[in-house]
């Protein structure tokens, strides 16, 4: 079955704890993408990456880290995770064809105390 | 800067009674408006591409339009199963050579569909 998946799907945490979310696609997918989801803001991308080894920032970025070593990987890394990162974190992937829609994965909810 | 705006933020239907939901947009190049379902704690749910004004596209009970300012999804006589958030995105034709707009989706908040039995 085609999908995105990510892990863990809930994590609690304490400020200053770094932390990794993964997410992992099957589809052979180049492009990979992090939103983040928050009541009265929507879903705002947080990074993004073309190929592996190639990442850039999307629109709120600030206390993020990714990498892409692999086609199929792409973690999401919060070095120093405050309480504003607390939010749902959703993994998308897609490919360059003209009628591929972006696919999600069902989230991660992030807590940090 | 592109911008989504979707209405209404709650829609609260009876089974079988018909209505839209509105997106409103902006953008400098629409490559493709976007509709996607979100039922509680799971990721959206994709559900149509539209690419110029005038196309529809239809699925079971849901109807997607699109014009050149804003999209509407209608849905025939609603069943409680469609109860969900429902999202528009759009996506703009890329700015330069690389090509990096092609996954990036500018996201509307979402209207909350409730349909009662």
């Known amino acids: 079955e085609a999908q995105v998946t990510q892990n863990p799907r809930y994590l609690i945490t304490v400020t200053g704890k770094k932390l990794t979310v993964t997410c992992s696609q099957n589809?052979?997918?180049?492009?990979m993408s992090w939103y983040r989801q928050d009541p009265g803001l929507g879903l705002r991308q947080i990074y993004y990456?073309?190929?592996?080894?190639?990442?850039d920032k999307g629109d709120v970025p600030e206390g993020y880290k990714v990498s892409r070593k692999e086609k199929r990987n792409f973690p999401l890394i919060l070095e120093s995770p405050s309480p504003n990162q607390t939010s749902l974190y959703f993994c998308?992937?897609?490919?360059?064809?003209?009628?591929?829609?972006?696919?999600f994965g069902n989230g991660t909810r992030l807590t940090v105390t | 800067e592109d911008q989504v705006t979707q209405s209404p933020e709650a829609l609260r239907l009876q089974e079988g009674e018909s209505s839209s939901l509105n997106c409103s947009y902006t953008?400098?190049?629409?490559?493709?408006l976007f509709w996607y379902r979100q039922d509680p704690g799971k990721g959206p749910e994709f559900l149509f591409t539209l690419y110029s004004a005038g196309e529809e596209k239809e699925k079971e009970r849901l109807k997607a339009t699109l014009t050149k300012k804003e999209s509407f999804l209608h849905i025939t006589a609603p069943k409680p199963e469609d109860s969900a958030t429902y999202l528009c995105a759009v996506q703009p034709f890329s700015s330069n050579a690389g090509g990096t707009s092609y996954g990036k989706l500018t996201f509307g908040q979402g209207t909350i569909l409730t349909v009662h039995p």
């Open positions: 990456s073309m190929n592996v080894e190639v990442t």
């Open positions: 953008v400098s190049g629409l490559r493709g």
């Open positions: 589809m052979n997918h180049e492009y």
């Open positions: 998308a992937s897609t490919s360059r064809g003209p009628n591929s829609p972006l696919h």
